[in-house]
C-alpha cells in the first residue's frame, strides 16, 4: 500500500487513491514548468499516472494525502 512521500512513475497504476504532487520529471529537467492543474491530481486505485506538459513528459509522482 502507498505511504506518504513514496513515489511513482507516469504510467505504473495507482494502488491507493489520493492526491498525488508532481515531483520532478524522469528525465531530470525541469523546464517547462507543469500548469498549476498538473501539479496536484486526484487519482482513484487503478488508474495510471498521468504525464505532464500537455500529454508527454513522464513524470514522478508523490503521494501527498488520502
Do not use: H, K, N
Not at 13 to 34: I, M, S
Not at 55 to 65: F, K, Y
Request: charged fraction near 25%; include cysteine.
Amino acid at each position: 500500500m502507498a505511504r506518504r512521500g513514496d513515489r511513482f512513475t507516469t504510467g505504473e497504476v495507482c494502488g491507493a487513491p489520493g492526491a498525488y504532487v508532481f515531483d520532478g520529471y524522469l528525465d531530470g529537467t525541469d523546464t517547462p514548468a507543469p500548469i498549476a492543474s498538473e501539479l496536484v491530481v486526484p487519482l482513484e486505485a487503478g488508474t495510471p499516472f498521468p504525464p505532464v506538459d500537455g500529454g508527454g513528459r513522464a513524470a514522478w509522482w508523490r503521494l501527498q494525502r488520502r
